[in-house]
């Protein structure tokens, strides 16, 4: 029988792994020449609502190196490689500044009980399709994605820049343990559970278990640090009014991780909860979806970032109708509208990011639910926000971002990440939903990851 079965398995092995090659051809990057010139292309550059152009841009390296609306001379003889736009629009990678690249495919029974091994090669894929929608750059707002991110920083596989905070930190019953009650009670010392073992979450109960876990992040390449400092929708067991964790705890990890050069972002709806954290010295939002005129007024003084985006239905759908779940969501998704327009009347610094979970069906639609924004928002504003806004927050970490330098824009002396664009995104927003189509060009960190311009 062990003869029989061992072939199979092997078999099975090698086609997994083929597939998996030929998967990845797409995606790898292209010949790398150490200079691509894009010629006669409008540029919308991150920072202004209107085109530049027709211009020309020289990327040298991983760096934009000259924009100029004369022909920029090109080294025919070297490894230049001449791209006519054609007219087209070039612009700034997009950036998802509240993701889990780790959480947004397994569903969650799995992301607590499959084998980590699968785990993380789900993650590998749904990177890929991450750059391939456009994202070059991701805030990782939650989740083991150290490992992730180094492969893809080494070249392994395709994926974006992941800012990653790592494992998320909550309280006992907070948001983000997932615990079973099977687990409790916890022995102080005692052994770990599997969502921390695995560094999707850890659990802190005093300022000095919150110093040890933000602590044990930042030894690890956290480039911020995120608490949930109130209830949230799919943790099963965090009523949404209760704001978690007390403010000596919230200011036990701002201390750690500004120490560390970094700042604290905290999962937080209510005006409790954010107030709380403002006062420990939070520095930004994620979410804030009930939060009140007081807040915001608060918010816009201590100039805190909001991390906000407006949730797609399916989000809860994830969710039995008329489960607790469910209810939780309806009440947030309630307070969206209101959010979005104090955050506009007290002109907080405001970014945005999907929060995909549980759904690579969701995470398809990427690019689409960003063109949601146009409800409060012009598409210049909206792409303003996915581009340069979100740089900004992550320009927070300081020395700890993972790669120095500016993400974006469409400048001199950027990074090179950029999308060839084909129409105008200002003009039609919805060309962001279609990434397959409309992307002709990904480029990250000065590598074409993609390239369907027609020759
Ligand atoms: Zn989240």
Redesign the pocket.
Known sequence: MKILVAPVTLSVALLVLSVAVCAQQPSRPETTPSVTLFQNVRVFDGKNLTLIGPTNVLVRGNTIERISNVPIPADRSGNTQIINGGGRTLMPGLIDA?W?AMLVRPPVASLLTADTGYLNLLAGAEATATLLRGFTTVRD??GPTFGLKQAIDEGVLAGPRIFPSGAIITITGGHGDFRPFTDLPRILGGPLTRQETTGASMVADSPDEVRVRVREQLMQGASQIKLTAGGGVASPHSPLDAPTFTELELRAAVAAAENWGTYVTV?AYTPAAIKRAIAAGVKCI?HGQLMDESTAKLMAERGTWLSIQPFPDELADAFPRGSEQWQKAQEVFAGTNTAYGLAKKYKLKTAWGT?I?FSPGLASKQGALLAKLTKWYTPAEALVMATRSNAQLLAMSGKRSPYPGKLGVVEEGALADLLLVDGNPIADIKLVADPAKNFLIIMKDGKIYKNTLPR
Do not use: I
């Open positions: 509240h889990h707002v939650g999962h994620e929060d979970l």
